[in-house]
């Protein structure tokens, strides 16, 4: 069975918070991974807040070829935590050799360009390392943005937890924004890439339920923004088309709801806003979804949100308290991490709803 979920807090925690979150209650391996993309870090990330944070995995010459890239075009690394795997016999992990998370300072060149300039160094830099490391077959290349850590594996989530010491709450790793998702089954290899969730220019999302449109999605997206590659699995349409809503159109997040799951025509036709929305579906209907029971992002800005379709197989709950306020695809991940928070406060979006947690931790509710 497979969990996604959130958590987003005014203090830092560690990933522990996210593992107890995802992983309940599990039975068989097959065809499983975990993922984690935390934001707003702290730790030994405390004093690099505003400089890109490299996430890859790969093998020592994959190491040496990333060294090499970064060299020639400037950037100065700053930081490195490179963790101590436990590799007790046992335990069921298709490791690579090395992980490595690394701070480096922009090309001096780049230092007085604009945010927006930046990025699009950030993305077309991750994009150059991973064209490098996938032809080589050297490693794997998840993220290379500020204040962001990406760890992806193949294997059993609580085997793949105990190898990287991701139970232990020793205050080494720790972060605000937690987005995690364990327990995959899917029509699709589980590569390491295929691991939800999915990152991108600040962007992070991970989706329960299968894209029945994934073919249609995918050949319009690859015409919208080179930073649409891989398509190792079919929620990564949502990503791409929430970054294309948000990030390229610059619309409300409100509209991306109207994109993915838009309403009927005869709905539409009694709204007041009936000619942007019909608009948004004769321009837009290649990027039209349908089978995610659950979407959770979380946004460059800090907030999160989340989002279903009609089938809505599984009810999705959004709950709390005064520090912390989580997402999860079933009310037994939340039950884990919240156990005492006052449920009748919980929050079951309907197919017709967005919920954004602004980082106040208070939560808005916009009715489609």
């Known amino acids: 069975m497979c969990r996604i979920g959130s958590i987003k807090s005014k203090v830092p925690v560690s990933p522990a918070k996210a593992l107890k979150l995802m992983i309940p209650q599990q039975e068989g391996h097959d065809n499983s991974g975990f993922a984690m993309v935390m934001k707003d870090l702290y730790g030994i990330f405390s004093d690099y807040k505003d400089k890109p944070l490299l996430s890859l995995a790969c093998t020592q010459r994959g190491a040496e070829m990333v060294e090499e890239y970064m060299d020639s075009h400037n950037f100065v690394q700053l930081a490195e935590w490179i963790p101590v795997p436990d590799k007790q016999p046992g335990l069921d992990i298709q490791a690579m050799p090395y992980y490595i998370f690394r701070n480096y300072d922009y ?45 992806k594996e193949i294997g059993d989530p609580a085997d793949i937890a105990t190898y990287f010491h991701l139970w232990n709450e020793n205050g080494c790793l720790l972060a605000k924004n937690i987005v995690a998702q364990c327990r995959q089954n899917t029509n699709y290899d589980i590569v390491r890439y295929a691991a939800h969730p999915f990152f991108l220019q600040g962007y992070t999302l991970c989706a329960n339920g299968e894209n029945t449109f994934f073919t249609k999605n995918k050949e319009f997206q690859k015409s919208l923004h080179r930073g649409y590659i891989g398509f190792e699995s079919d929620s990564q349409n949502f990503l791409y088309t929430l970054h294309y809503v948000l990030h390229e159109l610059k619309w409300p997040i409100e509209y991306f709801k109207h994109v993915i799951t838009p309403l009927p025509f005869e709905e539409i036709d009694k ?80 197919e017709r709803e967005v919920v954004v947690i602004n980082n106040d931790l208070e939560v808005q509710r916009w009715k489609q």
């Open 107 to 151: 090309p001096e060149y780049y230092k007085d360009k604009s945010e927006e300039e930046k990025g699009e160094l950030l993305l077309d830099t991750r994009l150059a390392l991973r064209k490098i490391l996938e032809e080589s077959g050297n490693g794997f290349v998840y993220s290379f943005w500020p204040d962001v850590l990406t760890l």
């Open 271 to 350: 709204r007041e806003d009936k000619e942007v929305l019909t608009a948004i579906r004769q321009s837009l209907a290649n990027l039209e979804i349908n089978g995610p029971n659950t979407v959770i992002a979380n946004l460059p800005d800090g907030r999160m949100m989340t989002c279903c379709d009609s089938k809505k197989l599984r009810p999705v709950v959004v709950g709390g308290d005064e520090n912390m306020v989580a997402i999860a695809s079933e009310v037994c991940g939340i039950n884990e991490i919240l156990p005492n928070r006052d449920m009748s406060k919980d929050i079951y979006p309907n």
